[in-house]
């Protein structure tokens, strides 16, 4: 076990919101107070790539806004790169970066070069660390074209690229993306992502995503946060997600002709269509012995393995924590 | 070390507030008629002056030259206040947008980013307009070095009352997100006010105006120094010297105020 601290650590972390509400034959408006995020306890070591996701209202936003210093937590503790993130706000700035995907931290009239350049100074970044950092990120962004070009003529998809160079011109240790993906079309995506893959991989940059597409959770993070009702109810590896969820794969088998319903251990059949049979069997279980039991005893065409669709487990997940 | 960090937060303020300037120059000609017409408005107040003094001989004792010392220099301490940090009355905005939760991600302090963010040149209509009315007042005071250090204190310390109301007042929209009218009131109300000699005012008001807000440090008790008379509302004299003092403490207050407000800051839902 390694003894440095984990970059981000949080425990038992609580903040609540105090709520007027109006009530029928009241005058006065009675005062509520509303449980954001609670008894919330998990840590992100340096390296990690880290999906926190969640339904609408669940807390996610509320807990990135703790862990940037944004709100101040009502209860419990945070440290983000061994600070109070609260407290020392504007020196955690420094070690962060934090791309909110639908406002952009861009100036609108001007060219991009512009407003990278006011954030160097920001930042006061070293101006041969900030020409590397440019010329790299541009690159691997692809955004060399658009730099002088003004902000409101550019795509989405190249702004939210120019929003995250913006965010990562300071080597931040911990880069927080809310929905970096939304709107944006298949190809940007897919480039998007293979990027901060990348950025991972060989700057070791920490990751923490929120987002509802849980594409980017497949394509990204080792590890997955679900959030629900303003604390942790899962919290592990994607496989381990679909374990707990009680997600199944899905075995397709087609046969040489039409037969009863297949029956071989470890799997059961859903449907049936002519020669064409749907069989379940649990998601960490492996495929092998099915196909090898149904090979063994049945005249098959085709087979096929679908894989669990992630959308159902969370959804699951979430039915269960109401 | 304290002294190192103010510059650089003046630094930060510069280089974020040119971007602003660049920014609006991107439609120099919207800028031009801002301008223009900022400057149209506010000449048009001091005219309203003039055509009162056309059916008056003086105002409850004061002749148009001192009225106008009266009205540049609170006019003067507003306009750079106003242009320097005029935005600090949008934060209601900035949090139901989101812009304040982007600003508090980045390494510069909070209150620079927003008093500077937006940062316009159109205020500089009114800057001109109230420089002129106190250039020309200006020529009526008989002029001796301690006047002349009364009212350079008093312009710099009329732009700390100021900004200290409009940062203090501004805050008030961390607890209830749409107020800005609310703080007009008192800044923008307040310099309506000081434009007048305040003995026609009921003493109860010149006192709250001289202790709780305190706007009657920006020109009134030392103007009645520059123009050698005494307090005809028989207030103590020390007051005529007593600008620096109340500039810094309403500043001081309004910073306390500001981080208090920060800290209580709750966002918005998402």
């Given at each position: 076990?390694?003894?440095?601290e984990?970059?981000?650590?949080?425990?038992?972390?609580?903040?609540?919101?105090?709520?007027?509400?109006?009530?029928?034959?009241?005058r006065?408006?009675?005062?509520?107070?509303?449980?954001?995020?609670?008894?919330?306890?998990f840590s992100?070591?340096?390296?990690?790539?880290?999906?926190?996701?969640?339904?609408?209202?669940?807390?996610?936003?509320?807990?990135?806004?703790?862990?940037?210093?944004?709100?101040?937590?009502?209860?419990?503790?945070v440290?983000?790169?061994?600070?109070?993130?609260?407290?020392?706000?504007?020196?955690?700035?420094?070690r962060?970066?934090?791309?909110?995907?639908?406002?952009?931290?861009?100036?609108?009239?001007?060219?991009?070069?512009?407003?990278?350049?006011?954030?160097?100074?920001?930042?006061?970044?070293?101006?041969?660390r900030?020409?590397?950092n440019?010329?790299?990120?541009?690159?691997?962004?692809?955004?060399?074209?658009q730099?002088?070009?003004?902000?409101?003529?550019?795509?989405?998809?190249?702004?939210?690229?120019?929003?995250?160079?913006?965010?990562?011109?300071?080597d931040?240790?911990?880069?927080?993306?809310d929905?970096?993906t939304?709107?944006?079309?298949?190809?940007?995506?897919?480039?998007?992502?293979?990027?901060?893959?990348?950025?991972?991989?060989?700057?070791?940059?920490?990751?923490?995503?929120?987002?509802?597409?849980?594409?980017?959770?497949?394509?990204?993070?080792?590890?997955?946060?679900?959030?629900?009702?303003?604390?942790?109810?899962?919290?592990?590896?994607?496989?381990?997600?679909?374990?707990?969820?009680?997600?199944?794969?899905?075995?397709?088998v087609?046969?040489?002709?039409?037969?009863?319903?297949?029956?071989?251990?470890?799997?059961?059949?859903?449907?049936?269509?002519?020669?064409?049979?749907?069989?379940?069997?649990?998601?960490?279980?492996?495929?092998?012995?099915?196909?090898?039991?149904?090979?063994?005893?049945?005249?098959?065409?085709?087979?096929?393995?679908?894989?669990?669709?992630?959308?159902?487990?969370?959804?699951?997940?979430?039915?269960?924590?109401? | 070390?304290?002294?190192?960090?103010?510059?650089?937060?003046?630094?930060?303020?510069?280089?974020?507030?040119?971007?602003?300037?660049r920014?609006?120059?991107?439609?120099?000609?919207?800028?031009?008629?801002?301008?223009?017409?900022?400057?149209?408005?506010?000449?048009?107040?001091?005219?309203?002056?003039?055509?009162?003094?056309a059916?008056?001989?003086?105002?409850?004792?004061?002749?148009?030259?001192?009225?106008?010392?009266?009205?540049?220099?609170?006019?003067?301490?507003?306009?750079?206040?106003?242009?320097?940090?005029?935005?600090?009355?949008?934060?209601?905005?900035?949090?139901?947008?989101g812009?304040?939760?982007?600003?508090?991600?980045k390494?510069?302090?909070?209150?620079?980013?927003?008093?500077?963010?937006?940062?316009?040149?159109?205020?500089?209509?009114?800057?001109?307009?109230?420089?002129?009315?106190?250039?020309?007042?200006?020529?009526?005071?008989?002029?001796?070095?301690?006047?002349?250090?009364?009212?350079?204190?008093?312009?710099?310390?009329?732009?700390?009352?100021?900004?200290?109301?409009f940062?203090?007042?501004?805050?008030?929209?961390?607890?209830?997100?749409?107020?800005?009218?609310?703080?007009?009131?008192?800044?923008y109300?307040?310099?309506?006010?000081?434009?007048?000699?305040?003995?026609?005012f009921?003493?109860?008001?010149?006192?709250?105006?001289?202790?709780?807000?305190?706007?009657?440090?920006?020109?009134?008790?030392?103007?009645?120094?520059?123009?050698?008379?005494?307090d005809?509302t028989?207030?103590?004299?020390?007051?005529?010297?007593?600008?620096p003092?109340?500039g810094?403490?309403?500043?001081?207050?309004?910073?306390?105020v500001?981080?208090?407000?920060?800290r209580?800051?709750?966002?918005t839902?998402?």
């Amino acid at each position: 076990m390694s003894v440095t601290e984990p970059l981000i650590d949080v425990r038992d972390l609580e903040r609540t919101f105090d709520v007027r509400r109006r009530v029928e034959g009241r005058r006065r408006r009675v005062r509520d107070s509303v449980l954001a995020v609670h008894d919330l306890t998990f840590s992100v070591d340096a390296g990690e790539m880290v999906g926190y996701i969640g339904p609408n209202g669940a807390g996610k936003s509320t807990t990135i806004k703790m862990l940037t210093g944004i709100l101040v937590p009502t209860g419990g503790q945070v440290r983000v790169a061994g600070l109070d993130p609260s407290r020392d706000r504007v020196e955690l700035a420094r070690r962060i970066g934090v791309v909110f995907g639908q406002r952009s931290t861009l100036w609108w009239d001007l060219p991009l070069r512009d407003s990278f350049a006011l954030l160097q100074k920001m930042y006061r970044i070293p101006p041969a660390r900030y020409r590397d950092n440019l010329d790299r990120f541009v690159d691997l962004l692809d955004l060399g074209d658009q730099l002088d070009t003004p902000v409101r003529q550019l795509s989405l998809g190249q702004r939210m690229r120019g929003d995250i160079t913006a965010a990562l011109l300071h080597d931040p240790e911990v880069l927080y993306l809310d929905e970096p993906t939304i709107g944006l079309d298949v190809v940007s995506k897919g480039r998007l992502r293979e990027f901060l893959r990348a950025l991972n991989d060989e700057r070791g940059t920490t990751l923490v995503l929120t987002t509802h597409d849980l594409q980017d959770i497949e394509a990204l993070c080792d590890r997955v946060i679900v959030i629900d009702h303003g604390t942790s109810v899962f919290d592990g590896p994607l496989a381990g997600l679909h374990e707990q969820g009680g997600s199944t794969r899905t075995l397709v088998v087609d046969l040489v002709d039409e037969a009863p319903p297949i029956e071989v251990p470890g799997a059961v059949v859903r449907r049936v269509e002519g020669p064409r049979q749907w069989l379940s069997f649990p998601a960490e279980a492996s495929a092998a012995p099915v196909v090898a039991a149904v090979a063994a005893s049945y005249d098959v065409a085709d087979l096929s393995i679908q894989e669990p669709d992630i959308e159902d487990v969370i959804r699951e997940l979430y039915s269960r924590g109401a | 070390m304290a002294e190192s960090s103010a510059v650089l937060h003046l630094r930060s303020y510069l280089q974020i507030a040119w971007l602003w300037i660049r920014a609006a120059w991107q439609y120099p000609t919207s800028f031009v008629l801002l301008a223009v017409g900022n400057g149209l408005i506010t000449a048009l107040d001091f005219v309203g002056l003039w055509i009162m003094f056309a059916h008056l001989d003086d105002l409850a004792g004061f002749t148009l030259p001192e009225v106008a010392l009266l009205y540049g220099s609170a006019s003067l301490a507003l306009a750079v206040a106003d242009t320097a940090i005029g935005s600090v009355e949008r934060i209601g905005t900035y949090i139901r947008t989101g812009r304040l939760d982007q600003m508090m991600t980045k390494p510069v302090p909070l209150l620079v980013q927003v008093c500077a963010d937006q940062f316009t040149l159109r205020r500089l209509g009114r800057l001109t307009q109230a420089s002129i009315v106190f250039g020309w007042a200006c020529t009526y005071v008989d002029w001796t070095p301690a006047r002349v250090v009364v009212a350079v204190s008093m312009l710099v310390s009329g732009g700390l009352v100021f900004f200290g109301l409009f940062v203090g007042f501004s805050c008030v929209q961390f607890w209830t997100t749409d107020a800005t009218e609310f703080a007009n009131a008192f800044t923008y109300g307040g310099a309506t006010v000081t434009q007048y000699p305040l003995n026609i005012f009921p003493r109860e008001v010149l006192v709250g105006l001289t202790f709780v807000i305190p706007v009657a440090f920006v020109n009134w008790y030392p103007c009645l120094f520059l123009l050698g008379r005494s307090d005809p509302t028989g207030m103590p004299e020390a007051l005529q010297f007593a600008s620096p003092v109340a500039g810094v403490l309403t500043m001081a207050a309004a910073l306390l105020v500001w981080r208090s407000g920060v800290r209580h800051y709750t966002s918005t839902g998402s």
